[in-house]
């Protein structure tokens, strides 16, 4: 316990500056877009009435502000790069799910029985059909994803059959 108590102690005289100027071999923009206190089915009405009259999709990221992922995702969402692709294809809601016991009857309302894990992310047609059941529990490494990954599904996102 003694030697805990001053390799800790040894640590708190590192400065900052040391710690954080190691490189981070997974950097990406990061984001906390996920509300707790949000009605997620009305914002996901409201998404689905817009993509109809503008013939785009709905993409529901199934998240939370806790989960490196989540916010990985959401920050690459809110680059330029991205929001120009995304825009005039896509409406994007984020639902905050907790620690996966929050919000769970929206994933139920699209066909997912459960969020094995953040983000889950729902591509819906504008009807609220979802167009991606096989992958959308498949975005929990989105912060080890490459940006180019990431802007390629969505950018040439096919439903799948």
């Known amino acids: 316990m003694r030697f805990l108590l001053l390799v800790l102690a040894g640590l708190a005289l590192v400065p900052i500056s040391a710690v954080a ?3 981070h071999s997974g950097v990406h923009p990061e984001a906390r877009p996920f509300e707790q206190e949000a009605d997620a089915s009305a914002l996901i009405d409201a998404a689905l009435a817009r993509a109809q009259l503008a013939e ?3 993409i529901v990221v199934m998240g939370a502000n806790w989960c490196h992922d989540s916010r990985g995702l959401a920050g690459w969402f809110a680059q330029p790069r991205f929001a120009a692709m995304l825009e005039p294809r896509y409406e994007i809601v984020y639902v905050d799910v907790g620690f996966k016991d929050r919000n769970i009857d929206i994933a139920r309302r699209f066909g997912i029985q ?4 953040t983000p889950t992310v729902l591509v819906l047609s ?3 059909v979802l167009l ?6 498949k975005w929990r490494n ?4 490459t940006e180019e990954d ?3 599904y ?3 996102f096919s439903p799948e059959l």
């Open 154 to 156: 969505f950018d040439q």
């Open 114 to 117: 459960a969020i094995k894990g």
């Open 21 to 23: 100027a190691e490189p």
């Open 132 to 137: 991606n059941r096989k992958s959308a529990p």
């Open 56 to 58: 785009k999709r709905v």
């Open 126 to 128: 504008p009807q609220g």
């Open 150 to 152: 990431i802007f390629a």
């Open 142 to 145: 989105a912060a080890s994803r």
